[in-house]
Nanobody, 121 residues
Framework: VQLQASGGGLVQAGDSLRLSCAAS????????MGWFRQAPGKEREFVAA?????YYADSVKGRFTISKDNAKNTVYLQMNSLKPEDTAVYYC??????????????????WGQGTLVTVSS
């Protein structure tokens, strides 16, 4: 499985941005898809996941929405009301089943290359 993330950019606080992650391979509908982010000097952290349900980190709940289009093999992350602390490289990730933790980096099998989101104040 190959993942290609896109949609990052430079925006101002309060703006919106939509990230996309296109996946190759079959059985996409059975994958758990996740978004993670990594700010400079910090560890990679969970943002959102789509599997049997949708899951969000507390820091983005109510502002970010993950959605999955199985027909297009694509997962999206709609980010609204962006804050400077959302600045990070955003990575999409995939796991071939719904088992394991949805928020743990080590429980995902495939990773995209990352897309940079910069939010200015």
């Amino acid at each position: 499985v190959q993942l290609q993330a896109s949609g990052g950019g430079l925006v101002q606080a309060g703006d919106s941005l939509r990230l996309s992650c296109a996946a190759s391979g079959r059985a996409f509908s059975r994958y758990r898809m996740g978004w993670f982010r990594q700010a400079p000097g910090k560890e990679r952290e969970f943002v959102a996941a789509s599997g049997a349900s949708r899951y969000y980190a507390d820091s983005v709940k109510g502002r970010f929405t993950i959605s999955k289009d199985n027909a297009k093999n694509t997962v999206y992350l709609q980010m609204n009301s962006l804050k400077p602390e959302d600045t990070a490289v955003y990575y999409c990730a995939a796991r071939g089943s719904y088992s394991g933790s949805y928020s743990r980096v080590g429980d995902y099998d495939y990773w995209g290359q990352g897309t940079l989101v910069t939010v200015s104040s």
